[in-house]
């Protein structure tokens, strides 16, 4: 006879995981569910787990836990591989709860993003932020960077509280630390598709891939100094800056062939074809002028 012909919905997983975690771990903890809101207004459900002695909490997520109980895994077992987990974040936990109470001692680690505004509405009234363009600049304490994952802490307001310092001391501290922890990198669309069998043609407008050396909230080098403005004089020329997504911009020079228009009909395609909820950035295309030395929108 098939087992577990009728499955739980999410919300009803969630609980029962909840229930049978908390039994299993025991009193000494304390589990509760969570949403987190992520970049343009996505969501993430999780059970946070903190032990009762301890200030640290941790959340796990559930999507991939939900997958493989739809595929008939054991409510038992998901519970015991979600253990797992706990325990493997509880290990790798850094910075600790009372470092992040002490601003000198996690200053290092304090950088940047660049999202879209609109869509993050919802958080910005509990962080600290600048607008730029129709972007919006967010802060955020580095936990962990590894080679195959970064963990980050999103800053707000209530940090500043603690801290007792105002978004510009925030940002001065960001501007220096961010280039430093996510080195800028830049290379042409021929550099990146080389060793791929695409027949291409040299191009005599070619674009230019700005992103970090993770590849990961990239489109944060659009503020770096200097980045834009010596490739904008090595090309000797104003330039395009099309936002690909929050990991990386396309930039080329304005050759005087390519009109803006139909740059935003390209950017507005791609963002609808190619690029995931929630890496997007914008459907604007901005320019960089040499002369002035400051990016607007196109």
């Known amino acids: 006879m098939p087992r577990n012909l009728k499955k739980l919905d999410f919300s009803s997983f969630a609980v029962q995981l909840k229930e049978l975690v908390s039994s299993q771990l025991g009193e000494e903890f304390e589990l ?3 949403t987190v809101t992520k970049n343009n207004g996505g969501s993430r459900e999780g059970i946070v787990v903190r032990k009762k002695e301890e200030r640290v909490t941790h959340s796990i997520y559930l999507e991939r836990y939900y997958k493989k109980y739809i595929k008939n895994m054991e409510l038992e077992t998901i519970a015991v591989e979600f253990i797992q987990a706990y325990r493997q974040a509880a290990q790798n936990n850094l910075p600790e709860a009372e470092m992040l109470e002490d601003f000198d001692k996690i200053r290092d680690n304090i950088f940047f993003r660049l999202v879209n505004y609109q869509k993050n509405e919802i958080i910005l009234s509990d962080i600290p932020f600048l607008p730029f363009l129709d972007l919006t600049i967010t802060f955020h304490c580095l936990v962990q960077n590894k080679m195959d994952y970064i963990s980050s802490l999103r800053i707000t307001n209530h940090h500043l509280e603690l801290w007792g310092i105002n978004i510009k001391k925030l940002t001065e501290v960001a501007k220096d630390n961010t280039p430093r922890i996510f080195p800028a990198s830049i290379r042409t669309m021929e550099e990146i598709f080389r060793g791929f069998s695409l027949a291409t043609e040299e191009d005599v407008n070619p674009m230019y891939v700005v992103s970090n050396n993770t590849g990961i909230n990239g489109a944060s080098c659009l503020l770096y100094k200097d980045v834009i403005s010596v490739l904008a004089g090595e090309l000797n020329s104003n330039l ?37 909820e929630e890496d997007f950035l914008s459907d604007s295309v901005y320019y960089y002028s040499a002369d002035e030395q400051r990016i607007i929108k196109a």
Do not use: R, W
């Open 32 to 34: 509760y569910l969570h």
């Open 240 to 276: 395009f800056i099309l936002p690909s997504s929050i990991h990386e911009i396309i930039v080329m020079k304005d050759d005087g062939f390519i009109g803006k228009e139909e740059l935003a009909q390209m950017v507005k395609e791609v963002n609808l074809t190619q690029v995931a």
